[in-house]
């Protein structure tokens, strides 16, 4: 797994160089300069790294926690500090190949023999290694039981390929008894924590009657030693604990101390010796109502974390406490979160209780929240989440605001090919740490022509993958993501640097479309939430049902007829055949003016984009936006509107900036990409362009042609059209002008005069 490898890499790398005072800027820098014949530099290393500390928070089947096991010994093989159980170095080749632990001599892959007394020291190594790792360093939480119980037998399954044959009391062979490793792989809800990590650890313990050492001992205890005694000892402390944590209430929270506070002014008004006067007689009354209210609350609150699983970290993951028992956390945490899981009622409460609203509440965004809490200072996080986060519009401050608890190490995008081959979610795999030194680059790898999409080609998704991380690893500045593409992160990543000098040139002008015109999508005329405060439940589903508002003919008055985004090219629109009764009765109502005015038909759908000029009365849906001259708009005009947006270089800059305009099968506008569309400022230069795409416009438009009826001639005014739009926006060297439309000054009409 690249992601294992790479940030276990870096994690080691940044262990070596506090402990040391070392400055290595890459693993494969500390490989080389390491010396492995100082044998008390080698063993404090291999003691180093059976510290680290490694977390799955939503650890499903196990997959990375497995991968990071073996990475672990690759890394100590790499290092040359790999070492025999009878303390000799370890003189084979160890790899990872498909995530699978692969030992090689010259011969090739070694064979477990146990007649062989070098195969078997080779076998009792690894298996040893493989347990000290295993209940040292993985760590793993999964809501479900039975991805923990599928996690815990991978773990095993792992140990069970290196375990060797040992001669018994009775003189036979036996297979070495297995350490019971479970105790690091748990269930319970990741994301709910009844007491947060930073608070007071002692009573709780103390009102368990267990101390801290006491319960570290038992763990210790139990993970070597393979009878059941000790591991009931432990799961009794474990016991008393959840017992202790899942009675009362929370006495930490403000909210319970100011219940304690208004039951104590409650006793000392009830006690008084004298009759209460009205006044008084009023405030008991409502204090009784404030007391009651809280302590529902306070009840609500205490019942809802034992129903929603809380997990405990401190108190489940005892390695993760200093001697005081203060949480300090992990090196690393690594996983693939879950994503498009609802999260809603009691289940959103509890999170946003905890941390601040997030994105569409995504499940994934509160995970990353969490390995912020969970990782030590300098620690990594290292996740394959969706791609959306890149270019979600409601995600915008989040992108920008990450950079406050975050320095971004990698970040891979991998929207043009499917990670995983049964999902159908598109991913990025992100690699951040969690270091008051912001870094300023970002690394990044260029996803230019690496799709499952190219005709022709049939790699999968992880040979997609695999080709991306082999390209040369490049860096973005923060500063670029934050300015110039905070609508999609994505882009500076797959752009050239030429097609960014030409977007950011664009999106450099200072005007925008919506202060001359006014713009909005069409209407929803089902939309079930939308029907159903008008209508009830059931009305609405009925009225959805029955296309209530459609009919094949004009009924009445009330019905016009009904526009969508395939029923337009920029030269006409076409009607359906279609009629709506429109009104403030449908879904989501607009504006009628939207419908009725002289405006421009925008097609969600680009590639390219097309806008078409209409006056007749037609209502449409999402799928077309409209745009309406607004009342102070003496500038613009429909016409220069409509070359500029028909244009090759708007498609162009579109393509290139628009959030879901660079994605999938069928790119689309947003309203907000029109509506801040970059438009050139209005002087008297700029002015002489926009007269001669209206005098474009004219010829193509005149009342004795039809814009199909002759092909050249309107191929030929679009192209002056294309030749004046690039003046307006200033892109002039025929190197960037190329790129936007290959072979340009070679399809110039003949009769046409460059300035």
Not at 19 to 27: I, L, N, P
Not at 107 to 120: A, F, K, M, T, V
Not at 353 to 365: A, L, Q, S, V, W
Request: hydrophobic share 35%.
């Amino acid at each position: 797994s690249y992601l294992c490898r790479e940030t276990l890499r870096r994690c080691v790398t940044d262990k070596y160089n506090q402990t040391y005072a070392t400055q290595y800027a890459s693993f494969d820098e500390l490989a080389e300069d390491f010396d492995p014949t100082d044998k008390t530099r080698r063993d404090e290393v291999n003691s180093l790294i059976n510290n680290i500390r490694i977390c799955d928070p939503a650890v499903g089947s196990g997959h990375f926690i497995v991968s990071a096991l073996n990475e672990l010994i690759a890394i100590k093989w790499e290092l040359k500090v790999l070492k025999t159980i009878d303390g000799k170095r370890f003189k084979y080749r160890v790899d990872v190949e498909d995530d699978e632990l692969v030992v090689t001599d010259a011969d090739g892959e070694l064979r477990y023999n146990p007649n062989d007394s070098e195969s078997q020291l080779v076998q009792k190594t690894l298996f040893e290694e493989k347990r000290t790792i295993i209940e040292n360093c993985l760590f793993g939480v999964d809501i479900n039981p039975n991805s923990a119980e599928i996690c815990q037998l991978r773990l095993w399954i792992e140990l069970l390929k290196n375990a060797y044959y040992i001669k018994g009391n009775d003189g036979k062979r036996h297979l070495q008894t297995l350490p019971n490793i479970d105790i690091n792989i748990k269930c319970g809800n990741s994301l709910v924590m009844k007491y947060p990590l930073d608070a007071p650890i002692d009573h709780v313990l103390r009102g368990a009657n267990v101390t801290i050492g006491d319960y570290k001992n038992h763990v210790a205890h139990y993970k070597n030693s393979p009878s059941k005694e000790n591991k009931h000892i432990v799961e009794h402390d474990i016991w008393m604990i959840k017992s202790k944590l899942n009675e009362g209430y929370d006495k930490d929270t403000d909210k319970y101390k100011k219940w304690v506070k208004v039951c104590s002014d409650i006793l000392l008004l009830d006690n008084s010796l004298f009759p209460p006067e009205e006044a008084e007689s009023k405030r008991l009354s409502d204090l009784r109502k404030q007391e009651e209210k809280l302590r529902v609350s306070l009840e609500e609150a205490s019942t809802r974390y034992a129903h929603l699983g809380a997990f405990e970290w401190r108190y489940e993951f005892p390695e993760t406490l200093n001697e005081k028992g203060e949480f300090i956390g992990f090196d690393c945490i690594i996983g693939n979160p879950p994503y498009g899981v609802s999260i809603k009622d009691g289940y959103r409460k509890t999170v946003e209780e905890k941390y601040e609203h997030m994105p569409d509440y995504e499940i994934y965004y509160y995970f990353i929240a969490l390995g912020q809490e969970l990782l030590k200072d300098n620690g990594y996080l290292a996740y394959i989440i969706p791609n959306t986060w890149l270019f979600n519009v409601n995600a915008k401050e989040y992108r920008k605001d990450i950079f406050n608890n975050w320095s971004i190490v990698e970040l891979l995008d991998c929207t043009n090919f499917q990670i995983f081959e049964a999902a159908t979610v598109r991913n990025s795999v992100i690699t951040l740490q969690k270091s008051a030194n912001q870094q300023n680059n970002i690394g990044y790898r260029n996803t230019r022509n690496l799709s499952d999409e190219t005709e022709g080609k049939k790699s999968s998704g992880k040979d997609y993958f695999t080709e991306l991380t082999r390209r040369k690893r490049l860096v973005v500045d923060k500063s670029e993501l934050i300015d110039k593409f905070s609508q999609n992160w994505g882009l500076a990543l797959y752009l050239t640097k030429q097609e960014k000098g030409i977007v950011s040139k664009i999106n450099s002008l200072p005007r925008r479309l919506n202060e001359f015109f006014d713009v909005s999508q069409g209407y929803i005329p089902y939309r079930l939430k939308d029907l159903e405060k008008n209508f009830g439940k059931e009305e609405a589903k009925i009225i959805k049902e029955e296309q209530r508002w459609h009919s094949d003919t004009k009924l009445n008055d009330s019905y016009e007829l009904e526009i969508k985004g395939e029923n337009i090219t920029k030269y006409k629109c076409t009607p359906s055949n279609v009629y709506v009764k429109y009104g403030k009765h449908v879904g989501t109502y607009v504006d009628m003016k939207y419908f009725s005015s002289p405006r421009l038909l925008v097609r969600e759908i680009i590639n390219p984009l097309m806008a078409c000029y209409a006056e007749d009365t037609y209502i449409n849906d999402p799928g077309i936006i409209d745009v309406i001259k607004n009342e102070d708009n003496n500038v613009y005009s429909f016409k220069t509107l409509w070359g500029i947006l028909n244009s090759r270089l708007a498609t162009f800059f579109l393509l290139r900036f628009a959030p879901k305009a660079s994605k999938g099968t069928f790119p689309k506008v947003l309203i907000t990409d029109i509506n801040n569309f970059p438009l050139p400022e209005i002087d008297d230069e700029n002015n002489k362009y926009f007269s001669e795409i209206e005098t474009c416009y004219d010829r193509i438009f005149a009342k004795d042609r039809e814009p199909d009826s002759d092909k050249m001639f309107v191929k030929e005014n679009e192209w002056q059209i294309d030749y004046w739009v690039f003046k307006l926006y200033g892109i002039t060297s025929e190197e960037d002008i190329d790129l936007v439309y290959p072979d340009f000054y070679k399809l110039k009409p003949a009769d046409f005069d460059i300035e």
